[in-house]
């Protein structure tokens, strides 16, 4: 491969980090710019191609955060910039509230044909994940005449105060926020390394479903009131926790046995980024609504709401969005979709096979990665200061991420202790190894300062 390839494929530093360019703009944005983001590192991007950004300075580096698993078919991935311009040049807004637009039923379409289950489904369309679960939580009051939810220690839906109340994360999302929407309550989220309550790992998938059924629905809530319970395949911000399938298929059969709908949350772990079109395809699980968005437009603000076509019975007016499906949004999932199913979901478990094998033996070589668990690219490796204790290190974490980006390779932490790996779905084997190899040796060089 010529040299120049390597540099577009692979990091190039050329100047320390951050830049004097990048240090100008953060020192800039400091000012002026809403205290709430967080950064864990002074990138400031310009650019993008594939699985690398360029920084102000003209610093290359390799992507395997994807925009928080934004960007599924890699940044300005050609067929989509190409709908983008396309779309632009045509008709950039016109509002799907009042007017119709062809693209926004080819999408649709394909949306119900590649949702889970065979039955009719209809689609509603927003900006964003939030957007998304706050959509799903108005039907399914809308559609049960019920008012009260379920969701998981640990699980993030949103930060409008409505998927909020759901949100489990991190305190600091909730703090001084007032009173969140009523009628909310939480479960265990079957954790298979650390247990549902801290013990008995194997056996997490059956105590989490009896925290639901014995002890919600006989001492705090009525199931007859319980309108939905919101899950995530695979937890994105607790940690990038995989739920077991036998968990996973327990609460669709507890959800029917009392007449709940079972709300798939797969904002980030959908479009292809387990190696199939959805987490849930994974275990046979057919939910009656599935919320998604992140990487459904590879960059572009878009979410779509599937539900059971029985259950999307709402009438006109009860629920819409300006922005909503706007045809450029529209144009850049359309191209997605045929990209990711072109060959990128394919791609994903491929990749992530190659991953799991090249860090098959970190929990041995490594005193500090306690586990490596996840489906596809949606990989997540939690980090201790003790093996047996199993005692959270997230600050070791924190180092190793600090650490890559110094070497140029772009991670993010999910969760309190773990680093997630989720890069664009189209990345290769040889930056697949370049990023593996990278982390292992900051991971040692780490530890050697613990």
Not at 31 to 40: E, F, G, H, L, N
Not at 153 to 169: E, I, N, Q, V
Not at 325 to 350: D, F, K
Request: include cysteine.
């Amino acid at each position: 491969m010529p040299v120049a390839e390597k540099k577009m494929n692979l990091p190039n530093l050329v100047t320390s980090l951050p830049g004097p360019k990048a240090k100008a703009i953060v020192e800039r944005d400091h000012k002026v710019i809403s205290p709430s983001y967080t950064r864990d590192y002074p990138l400031v991007a310009k650019s993008g191609l594939g699985a690398t950004i360029e920084d102000a300075d003209g610093n290359t580096f390799l992507d395997f955060a994807a925009g928080i698993a934004v960007v599924a078919t890699g940044h300005c991935h050609p067929q989509v910039v190409a709908a983008i311009r396309k779309q632009a040049g045509e008709l950039i807004h016109m509002s799907c509230t009042d007017f119709y637009y062809q693209g926004m039923v080819d999408l649709a379409e394909k949306l119900a044909a590649i949702a889970p289950g065979s039955g009719s489904k209809r689609v509603y369309f927003g900006n964003s994940g939030t957007e998304a679960i706050e959509a799903a939580m108005k039907l399914a009051r809308y559609h049960t005449r019920r008012d009260k939810f379920i969701a998981f220690y640990g699980c993030f839906h949103g930060r409008t105060m409505g998927s909020l109340s759901l949100t489990a994360s991190k305190a600091v999302q909730r703090k001084r926020f007032g009173s969140l929407l009523g009628g909310v309550f939480h479960a265990p989220y079957p954790n298979t390394y650390r247990g549902a309550y801290g013990v008995r790992p194997d056996h997490a998938a059956a105590d989490a479903l009896a925290q639901i059924e014995d002890e919600l629905f006989k001492r705090i809530v009525d199931p007859e009131e319980v309108a939905a319970i919101f899950v995530e395949p695979i937890q994105g911000e607790g940690g990038y926790l995989v739920a077991p399938a036998e968990f996973l298929q327990g609460l669709q059969r507890l959800c029917r046995k009392h007449g709940i709908l079972l709300v798939a949350d797969e904002v980030q772990s959908g479009m292809g980024r387990t190696g199939k079109w959805w987490a849930c395809d994974h275990v046979g699980v057919e939910p009656d609504i599935i919320c998604t968005a992140k990487g459904i437009a590879s960059g572009m603000p878009l979410c779509a709401v599937i539900a059971k076509a029985e259950v999307m019975d709402w009438q006109p007016g009860a629920h819409a969005s300006t922005f909503g499906g706007n045809p450029v949004s529209i144009a850049a999932a359309l191209a997605t979709l045929q990209v990711l199913e072109g060959g990128a979901i394919a791609n994903a478990a491929r990749i992530g096979e190659f991953i799991f094998r090249e860090t098959a033996g970190w929990r041995e070589r490594h005193k500090s990665v306690g586990d490596i668990r996840g489906e596809g690219l949606m990989i997540g490796i939690e980090f201790v200061r003790d093996k047996k204790t199993k005692e959270r290190a997230p600050d070791v974490r924190n180092k190793v991420i600090e650490a890559a980006f110094e070497k140029g390779l772009l991670v993010l932490g999910a969760g309190e202790n773990s680093l997630r790996l989720a890069p664009p779905l189209i990345v290769d084997e040889e930056q697949a190894e370049f990023a593996v190899q990278t982390l292992d040796g900051c991971i040692r060089e780490v530890e050697r300062s613990m």
